[in-house]
C-alpha cells in the first residue's frame, strides 16, 4: 500500500512540477530563455563570420571577436541568473541526489557480499550454480547489449540537448576513452575504507567479491557473518525506503526547473523516450522467449500464461519483489523442484534483473546524448562492463537502478545531474523493468530445472 502511495505522489508531483514549471515558464523564465537564444545564435553567427576571415590580426576580425565575446558574456549572465532564480527547486533534487548517494557504497557491499556468500559454496550446490550463474551472466550480458544496441538506434537523448552544469566542465568531459591504466585503477582498491568514503563501486564490487567467497570457504563461522551481512543489508533497503519517500519532492523540483527552463516542448521527448524504452524492453521479452523457447519448447507460453498474476503485481507496485511469493508458487505449480526454485530464484532478485539491466544502458548513455557527450565504442562496452559488475546484489525494491546509474555515470565524467531527467519518469519505467524482471528469473529457474532434469511434466492442479 505504501510503495503505490509513493507512487501515486510521485506521479501527482509530476503533474504539478509540469504545471508549475509551465507557469514559470510563460510568466517568467522566458525571458531570460529568449535573450540565451538570442544570444546563441548571435554568437554562432559572428563565429561563422569569423572562419571567412583569414587575417586574425585585422581590425574587423578583432571587432568581431569582442562581439562575440559580448554576446557570450549576455549569454552566460542570463543562464546565472536563471539558475539562481530555479535554486531553490534544483536544490530539492540535489538532496535527494545526494541521499542516494549516501546509501550506495553500504548498499552494494551488503547485498553483494550475501549473494555471493550463498552462491560461494560453489562444491556443496555443484552443478546448479554454475548452471545457474552462466544463465544470469549471459542474460545480464544480453540485456546490457541489447539497450546499448536501442539506445544508439533510437537516439533518444539528443533532442533534450542541455547545457553541461558548470561544476562539470572543468572535469575534461569530452577527453577519450579510459586508459587501461585508468580502468585498472578504478577496478582494483588499494584501501576499501577510501573506495567506501569515495563511492568506488567497482573497488568495493572487487572487495565484496573476495569477501563473499571467503565468507562461504570458512564454513560454520562465516554463517554468522553471512547473517549479520544479511541483517545490514535490511538495515541499508529500510533506509533506501525512507529516502524514497523524499522521491515526490525531488520529481517536483526536477521537472518544475527543465519546464521552466525549456517549456513543455521537454515532455514530448519524455513520451519518445518511454516509448522508446517499453519497445525495447518487448523486444528483450521475445529474445528471452525465443531463448526459452529452445529449451523449454512450447512449455514456455504455459509458463508465461502461468505468470500473469505475478508479473501484474510487479508491475502494479514497480517492484519485483512483490510478486516474488507468487512467482515462487507459480513456478512450482508449472513443475519445477523446490530445491531449484528456492536457490535460483533468491539469487536472480540479487544477480538477474534482466529489465534493470537493459535500463542502466538504455539510461546512462540518456543522460550522455541530453549533455551531448560522445561516448566511443570502446567507452560504452567500458560502461556495459562496469554495469554488469556495479549492478550485481542490488535487490528489486523500486527505483534500486538509480542507485546503480549514479555509481556508474561519474565514473565516465557524466553529469549525475542528469539523473534529475529520469527521476520524474522513473515510476512509469519501473513498472515495465519490474514485470521483465519477473519474467527473466522464472525463464532461468525453468530452464535451470529442464538442465537439471528436474522439471515435470505437467502443471499442477489448482488443488
Given amino acids: 500500500m505504501a510503495k503505490s502511495k509513493l507512487t501515486l505522489y510521485i506521479f501527482i508531483a509530476l503533474i504539478l512540477g509540469i504545471a508549475v514549471g509551465y507557469l514559470l515558464n510563460y510568466k517568467w523564465i522566458n525571458q531570460y530563455n529568449e535573450q540565451i537564444i538570442k544570444s546563441d545564435t548571435q554568437a554562432k553567427n559572428i563565429s561563422a563570420q569569423l572562419t571567412t576571415i583569414s587575417d586574425t590580426t585585422s581590425a574587423q576580425y578583432l571587432a568581431l571577436k569582442v562581439q562575440r565575446d559580448d554576446q557570450l558574456k549576455i549569454r552566460k549572465e542570463n543562464d546565472t541568473i536563471r539558475e539562481k532564480e530555479l535554486e531553490p527547486l534544483t536544490l530539492l533534487s540535489d538532496i535527494f541526489l545526494r541521499l542516494i548517494k549516501m546509501i550506495v557504497a553500504p548498499l552494494v557491499f551488503t547485498t553483494l557480499v550475501v549473494g555471493v556468500a550463498k552462491v560461494g559454496d560453489i562444491k556443496a550446490v555443484g552443478r546448479i550454480g554454475g548452471k545457474t550463474m552462466l544463465w544470469f551472466l549471459s542474460a545480464s550480458l ?8 536501442l539506445v544508439n538506434l533510437f537516439k533518444p537523448g539528443e533532442a533534450m540537448n542541455l547545457p553541461l552544469p558548470d561544476s562539470h566542465l572543468s572535469t575534461g568531459i569530452q577527453k577519450t576513452a579510459l586508459t587501461l591504466r585508468d580502468f585498472i585503477a ?14 568506488e563501486i567497482l573497488q ?15 564454513g560454520e563461522k562465516g554463517h554468522i557473518v553471512i547473517k549479520a551481512m544479511d541483517a545490514f543489508a535490511h538495515v541499508i533497503l529500510k533506509i533506501t525506503s525512507y529516502v524514497m519517500n523524499f522521491a515526490p519532492f525531488a520529481v517536483f523540483g526536477a521537472m518544475t526547473a527543465i519546464v521552466a527552463k525549456q ?15 517499453y519497445s525495447g524492453l518487448l523486444v528483450l521479452w521475445l529474445v528471452l522467449i525465443f531463448i526459452g523457447f529452445l529449451i523449454l519448447k512450447g512449455r514456455i507460453l504455459r509458463l508465461i500464461s502461468s505468470l500473469k498474476e505475478p508479473i501484474l503485481l510487479a508491475f502494479s507496485t514497480a517492484s519485483s519483489e512483490a510478486a516474488y511469493p507468487k512467482t515462487m508458487l507459480q513456478l512450482e505449480r508449472f513443475g519445477c523442484k523446490n530445491k531449484i526454485v528456492s536457490f535460483v530464484l533468491p539469487l536472480g532478485y540479487s544477480f538477474n534483473l534482466d529489465g534493470s539491466m537493459m535500463y542502466m544502458t538504455f539510461a546512462s548513455l540518456f543522460i550522455a546524448q541530453s549533455y551531448g557527450i560522445h561516448l566511443s565504442f570502446t567507452q560504452q562496452i ?49 513498472m515495465g523493468r519490474s514485470a521483465t524482471n519477473v519474467v527473466g528469473n522464472s525463464i532461468a529457474t525453468a530452464v535451470v530445472s529442464k538442465w537439471e532434469g528436474e522439471l515435470e511434466g505437467e502443471i499442477k492442479n489448482e488443488g
Fill in 204 to 218: 568495493i564490487v572487487v572487495f565484496s567479491l573476495f569477501f563473499g567467497v571467503a565468507t562461504a570457504a570458512i
Fill in 186 to 199: 578504478h577496478v582494483f582498491p588499494k584501501s576499501f575504507a577510501e573506495a567506501m568514503a569515495t563511492n
Fill in 382 to 430: 567500458s560502461m556495459l562492463l562496469v554495469l554488469m559488475l556495479t549492478s550485481k546484489g542490488i535487490a528489486g525494491v523500486p527505483r534500486a537502478s538509480l542507485v546503480v546509474i549514479a555509481g556508474t555515470i561519474a565514473t565516465f565524467n557524466i553529469p549525475e545531474a542528469g539523473l534529475a531527467l529520469l527521476i520524474g519518469i522513473d515510476p512509469l519505467l519501473d
Fill in 263 to 277: 517549456g513543455l516542448s521537454i515532455l514530448s521527448t519524455y513520451a519518445i523516450f518511454i516509448g522508446e524504452f
Fill in 142 to 149: 544480453l540485456s546490457l547489449i541489447l539497450g546499448m544496441i
